[in-house]
């Protein structure tokens, strides 16, 4: 089982930027894809970027592509999500995941590991 630790979240102003960190530990095999995605009050947990386990290829949610970029350190058992021109539409509480999801990134279901979640708010 691996276990998920996000940092990084805060409360910003629109248009500020943003880097969350997810420190992955524990056994995973090959094929392990990371993923974020985020919950905001009263709203289902959607997804928000994911990249292959090979690097090669990420995925982004239409409303934060362009803005967020998802990298992973396979070195340090870490990805990233860098969140650039945040708005307040932004705000929610930011999960890692990790899991065996191909080819159904954006599917939460195929995920079988989760942060504890960090906050992120966006004022206007």
């Known amino acids: 089982q691996v276990q998920l630790v996000e940092s990084g979240g805060g409360l910003v102003q629109a248009g500020d930027s943003l880097r969350l960190s997810c420190a992955a530990s524990?056994?995973?095999?090959?094929?392990?894809?990371m993923g974020w995605f985020r919950q905001a009050p009263r709203k289902e947990r959607e997804f928000v970027a994911a990249?292959?386990?090979?690097?090669?290829?990420?995925f982004y949610s239409v409303s934060v592509k362009g803005r967020f970029t998802i990298s992973r350190d396979n070195a340090k058992n870490t990805v990233y999500l860098q969140m650039n021109n945040l708005k307040p539409e932004d705000t929610a509480v930011y999960y890692c995941a990790g899991g065996y999801p191909s080819p159904y990134y954006s599917d939460k279901g195929r995920y079988n590991s989760w942060g504890q979640g960090t906050q992120v708010t966006v004022s206007s």
């Open positions: 990249i292959s386990p090979s690097d090669t290829s990420t």
């Open positions: 524990g056994r995973a095999g090959s094929g392990y894809a």
